[in-house]
């Protein structure tokens, strides 16, 4: 049996219905708490919005704290491609899980993503067979061939140009093979911005949200 995944959730308002779901993938070594943390700068403009951060599945294999989404212990693109598949399928019956727990379908769905968050946004999202709203994916690359895609849900990637982790090019490679596979994707550099979200970054983010949900 496949783990299950559980985390941080609320309703903005609190006693709303929820008219779309927005999840949020944290980072290698962390866990849902820490994305939790955007929630008050994106809910005032996602009204009836169901947001939840579940924690990775496994815990962080490289500190004595957090959670991995996958290993990084070997860093060949096949051993990460491996992990990713195998935390994907994890991934993908949370999301239906939630959804139907929630009544709500797969165009009312937004994943956003930091590190390896946004590795495997780009990852599951577009693998689903039906569209989801949208990805926002922070400080990551794209894993596997877009060859496997099935559906081309609207994409919006921000990169610190210092980022000590995980490679700036990371976002000029994701931009050019989702481009070539025909999706929808915007890219947004941080000029002096490490391994992190800044204010202008969240803002395009949200920005980005209230619109693939208009």
């Given at each position: 049996?496949?783990p299950r995944?559980?985390?941080?959730?609320?309703?903005?308002?609190?006693?709303?219905?929820?008219?779309?779901?927005v999840?949020?993938?944290?980072?290698?070594?962390?866990?849902?708490n820490?994305?939790?943390?955007?929630?008050p700068?994106?809910a005032?403009a996602?009204p009836?919005?169901?947001?939840v951060?579940?924690d990775?599945?496994?815990?962080?294999?490289?500190?004595?704290l957090?959670?991995?989404?996958?290993?990084?212990?070997s860093?060949?693109p096949a051993a990460i491609?491996a992990?990713v598949r195998a935390?994907?399928?994890i991934?993908?019956?949370?999301?239906?899980?939630?959804?139907?727990r929630?009544?709500?379908?797969?165009s009312?769905?937004?994943?956003?993503?930091?590190?390896?968050?946004?590795?495997m946004?780009?990852?599951?999202?577009?693998?689903?067979?039906r569209?989801l709203?949208?990805?926002?994916?922070?400080?990551?690359?794209l894993?596997?061939?877009?060859?496997e895609?099935r559906s081309?849900?609207p994409?919006?990637l921000?990169?610190?140009d210092a980022?000590p982790?995980?490679?700036?090019?990371?976002?000029?490679?994701?931009?050019?093979a989702l481009?070539q596979a025909?999706?929808?994707?915007e890219?947004?550099?941080?000029?002096g911005?490490?391994?992190?979200?800044?204010?202008e970054?969240?803002r395009?983010?949200?920005?980005?949200?209230v619109r693939?949900?208009a």
């Amino acid at each position: 049996m496949l783990p299950r995944l559980t985390g941080p959730w609320a309703t903005y308002p609190k006693d709303a219905t929820p008219k779309r779901l927005v999840v949020l993938l944290h980072g290698l070594g962390a866990d849902g708490n820490d994305l939790f943390g955007l929630v008050p700068a994106l809910a005032p403009a996602l009204p009836e919005t169901a947001f939840v951060a579940p924690d990775a599945p496994f815990p962080c294999d490289m500190a004595p704290l957090g959670r991995q989404w996958f290993s990084l212990q070997s860093r060949t693109p096949a051993a990460i491609e491996a992990g990713v598949r195998a935390a994907a399928a994890i991934l993908d019956g949370f999301l239906d899980e939630t959804l139907e727990r929630l009544t709500l379908d797969a165009s009312q769905l937004a994943l956003v993503g930091f590190s390896q968050g946004t590795m495997m946004s780009l990852y599951v999202g577009p693998r689903r067979a039906r569209q989801l709203a949208g990805i926002v994916g922070y400080s990551g690359r794209l894993i596997g061939d877009t060859s496997e895609f099935r559906s081309k849900p609207p994409i919006l990637l921000v990169h610190g140009d210092a980022d000590p982790v995980v490679p700036p090019d990371s976002l000029p490679l994701a931009l050019k093979a989702l481009e070539q596979a025909g999706t929808p994707v915007e890219a947004v550099t941080r000029p002096g911005l490490g391994h992190a979200i800044d204010e202008e970054g969240l803002r395009r983010g949200r920005d980005f949200l209230v619109r693939i949900f208009a």
